[in-house]
């Protein structure tokens, strides 16, 4: 596995992992084209958390900004994605502030050194009223879609130890969505892979698309990493043994770990070199241990 800081030269991807820092725009476009089956991602939330790097995602003040800086990502993606690759794109919903600006440390995430909760609320987006769900996931699923993107289907990731709320208006909030794009009509889908338990446990299935998985805390990372039962059903449909799987938002490296495991090459990019450390440690050492 290669960990790299700001590459500046076009990369041969030659049955290697990579690990690469920099903006994933600007990292992507070094990628060579169609060297890609899987894409595998869960950029940072809309107006959530501070992750302390300029040129973030996720920090501005403008929903449709966010939007557009993901959709321009996104067609890189496809760039480099194979004529049959797919897209997994988990994305969370948010609130509108309601004209409040400020926001109250959050327990959560507020650790001092590697993730904090933004000290403000983005404004209210254009259209929208006071407590109103904004519905990202579905406004970047539909804009990826007018951009050439075949949306295939909408997974709801329901969480079972999702954490409480103290609201009294509505459900509590305890699922987020997981979209599957492919780049074109056809693409590579091994259901088999992913065939799950008929209710009688007589035989097996097509898997539905509400998926029950735990939240998983890592804790060198912010509480909201990726959970590997939530990864592996997209690896195993969207890939083969050998192929590369990507992560433009790469993180604590959930997404290499379980490529990883599962024998496949991985390419993740991340604009904070500590997370590049953080992931490069976290999956030498978890495979390593799987080995051994």
Sequence with gaps: MHSMLNPVEPLKLEGASYILCGDALQVLKLLPANSIRCCITSPPYWGLRDYGTTGQ?????????YIDALVVIFREVKRVLT?????????????????????????KTDNGHVVRGLPFRPPTPEGLKPKDLIGIPWRVAFRL??????LRSDIIWYKPNAIPESVKDRPTLAHEYLF??????????DYNAIREATENGRGYRNKRTVWAVNTQAFPEAHFATFPEKLIEPCVKAGSAPGDYILDPFFGSGTS???AAKLQRNFVGIDINPRYVAMAQNRILSEVKAGLS
Excluded at 57 to 65: P, Q, S
Excluded at 145 to 150: A, I, K, L, N
């Design 57 to 65: 995602i996720g920090v501005e003040n403008n929903l449709n900004d």
């Design 145 to 150: 879609q007018e951009d050439g993107w075949y």
């Design 256 to 258: 290499g770990l379980v």
């Design 83 to 107: 004529d049959d690759g797919t897209l997994w794109l988990n994305l969370g919903d948010a609130y509108t502030s309601g004209g409040r600006a400020y926001r109250a440390p959050d327990k």
């Design 180 to 189: 599957l794009l492919s780049k074109s009509e056809r693409y590579y889908y």
